[in-house]
């Protein structure tokens, strides 16, 4: 995966380009994350997760099963295929569902806690990074947006940027968000998260 940093730098060959860290990042308290909802709304429930292969790659990732799962996947899937790939272990791949509150940073980062929230190569582009998409990548991203139809918001977007972050935004029960999935769902691919233990 070639990113803008990796050219530059290469090109320059002067070194690393440092990312920039916001100074506070967005309000989630130094403990962590205490509450029983992510900041979308979504009960943290680990016995809601599973593994979901993402299509067309050979990589699986930790969801929350259901309507959610179905659309955070279309967003993987299409990266993988549009924008690079998550299966190779470069950039960080692909994260998905997490049970430790303490890395909640920022609170759309406790999304992940609900597994409602999927981050794309999130060593190249994490949180506060300065990296931007190339701008036939942003697009590709635009219309990802649009397919999700409003039920998912983008990292890049948000404050503090994290470019490679996408979260639900529909609540639990939203029928938008059943409509998408339906929509969007190629077909399930899940395997309880315990069976991979």
Do not use: K
């Not at 292969?53 to 990732?61: P, Q």
């Not at 996947?73 to 190779?88: C, F, G, S």
């Not at 990802?144 to 639900?168: E, K, Q, R, Y």
């Amino acid at each position: 995966m070639i990113t803008r940093r990796s050219l530059l730098g290469g090109a320059a060959s002067v070194g690393v380009l440092t990312t920039l860290t916001p100074g506070g990042p967005a309000h989630a308290a130094d403990r962590g994350w205490t509450r029983g909802l992510s900041a979308n709304g979504w009960r943290i429930d680990p016995a809601a997760i599973a593994t979901h292969r993402v299509e067309g790659s050979a990589t699986s990732v930790a969801l929350r099963s259901g309507h959610a799962a179905a659309v955070l996947l279309h967003v993987a899937r299409r990266w993988h295929y549009e924008i690079a790939p998550v299966d190779t272990g470069e950039g960080g791949g692909i994260a998905g569902h997490r049970t430790d509150r303490a890395t909640v940073r920022a609170d759309f980062e406790s999304n992940y806690l609900s597994g409602t929230a999927v981050a794309l190569h999130p060593t190249a582009y994490p949180l506060g990074g300065s990296e931007p998409l190339w701008p036939h990548q942003e697009a590709v991203v635009r219309e990802i947006l649009v397919d999700c139809a409003g039920t998912v918001v983008w990292g890049g977007d948000l404050n503090p940027v994290m470019v490679s972050h996408f979260h639900l935004v529909a609540r639990p029960g939203d029928r938008a968000l059943a409509r998408v999935a339906a929509r969007l769902s190629p077909g399930t691919h899940a395997r309880p998260a315990a069976a991979l233990r």
